[in-house]
């Protein structure tokens, strides 16, 4: 009797298959990269109150962190192409438990800005959602939404579990002590399990044929104009991860411009956003645990944003999201004097819910456009953008902070940004390649 016949090899079905390996790598990669992130609110106050510096002297650790990840991130996304991410997250193991371990040791700021802002920079931003996006999108090509989605819950989960915890660690024993613990623990998420497991995309090839040789692949049910675009490029984009050049391309451009405006905001209320409740009347334990209830809000949030922009696009998504961050900025704004517990509860779920939507939407976007043979590199470059936002966030935020002691026009500014985020992600449309009429 004739076996039926199958489009694809057998040998291709491990391969397939093996995503959800990959998807539950990624998941614990970015409770990583959330916990690093989501632990500056907690270290801010405590090594401005160990060194005696200025708010914007103490933000700037964090700012000169997303300066030189920034620079790096397109760098490192060429050497993800190249290399594949078994060596790479292994590195960026090592990198983060050296850089954390040292910056425990450190007397002076100076020293903060080599170890940490630095050295952990390069090894937390190869981790990060760049990479996990380059990897992770082409082994489900059809779902890439709700995948990322699942994957970048693992940031929500990080915020949840870090900030309280570290807050406690060092109330008890000390800042350095609280550098200590996390390196250890984020190496041993990092770095052991990626290296045994990790492989690259299956179709992750250095040269790809000619696009005007591969015929389109059928979708099932309705999808948004992006996703169309996954199996359709234009002629001018190389598929060469040696040759390409993702600066070149304007769509890197907005998406970068998108991921950055949203990270300044980002930032200039999330790193002070202790410092702000603090202010407002809230104990340090109640706000670094409101932080970690808000990420238990994005676990959920997060695959459900991944799941809808599959079927309504990615633009209207992204708008939701940013829409609410916007909402509870002016919550923030509006009714936190006096520690109205209302307003923090509202705060909590309302981040909680938009968290990390503009990381996952543009990187879900960016992998619409490009292939995975240079999806890295083009992550790369949108991750610089989101880097530098950070970097100029924190800054800023500090230095209005210095000026008129209170951080109610810095928080309105964050919201400005936030609206031109979502402008700039609509415009991707006009310039992303189209799929031939």
């Not at 990624?26 to 200025?54: C, K």
Request: net charge positive.
């Amino acid at each position: 009797m004739d076996q039926p016949k199958t489009t694809k090899p057998e040998s291709e079905k491990p391969k397939r298959n093996y995503g959800w390996v990959i998807l539950c790598l990624s998941f614990g990669n970015l409770i990583v990269e959330g916990g690093i992130t989501r632990s500056q609110p907690v270290f801010l106050p405590a090594l401005r109150q160990g060194f005696g510096g200025s708010a914007a002297m103490t933000a700037a650790i964090f700012s000169a962190s997303g300066v030189f990840g920034g620079l790096a991130a397109p760098i490192l996304g060429k050497i993800l192409d190249i290399i594949g991410p078994k060596y790479m997250f292994l590195l960026a193991g090592i990198v983060i438990l050296f850089g954390w371990w040292a910056s425990s040791m450190s007397n002076h700021l100076w020293q903060l800005f080599i170890f940490y802002s630095l050295i952990s920079a390069m090894g937390h931003t190869s981790i990060g959602s760049f990479s996990t996006i380059a990897i992770l999108a082409p082994w489900f090509p059809q779902s890439k939404g709700v995948i990322l989605g699942i994957a970048d819950s693992g940031t929500s989960a990080g915020q949840a579990i870090t900030p309280p915890l570290l807050q406690l660690i060092i109330n008890n024993y000390g800042w350095r002590a609280g550098f200590r613990v996390f390196g250890i623990l984020f190496f041993l998420m990092a770095a052991p399990l990626n290296f045994l497991l990790q492989k690259r995309p299956p179709d992750a090839v250095k040269k790809l044929p000619d696009p005007e040789n591969v015929p389109p692949i059928p979708i099932q049910g309705e999808t948004s104009q992006s996703s169309v675009n996954t199996t359709v490029q234009s002629k001018d984009i190389s598929n060469d991860a040696y040759k390409f050049n993702a600066l070149k391309e304007p769509a890197v451009w907005l998406l970068l411009l998108a991921r950055g405006t949203a990270a300044v905001s980002n930032q200039m209320t999330n790193l002070h956003i202790i410092a702000f409740f603090v202010l407002a009347g809230y104990g340090e334990m109640q706000s670094a645990a409101a932080i970690g209830a808000a990420g238990l809000f994005g676990i959920g949030a997060r695959p459900a944003f991944g799941i809808l922009s599959d079927k309504i696009g990615r633009e209207v998504v992204f708008s939701i999201g940013i829409g609410m961050t916007f909402a509870a900025i002016v919550v923030v704004l509006l009714f936190t004097g006096g520690a109205n517990m209302w307003a923090l509860i509202i705060f909590v779920a309302l981040t909680g819910l938009s968290d990390g939507v503009s990381g996952l939407l543009i990187g879900a976007k960016a992998a619409d456009v490009y292939p995975s043979s240079i999806l890295g590199s083009v992550m790369g470059a949108v991750q610089s953008g989101r880097n530098l936002g950070t970097a100029v966030g924190g800054v800023l935020t500090g230095l209005l902070f210095d000026i008129n002691g209170n951080y109610e026009l810095a928080y309105w500014i964050a919201a400005i940004l936030l609206l031109l985020s979502i402008g700039t992600i609509w415009a991707v449309r006009l310039v992303e390649p189209k799929p031939p009429k």
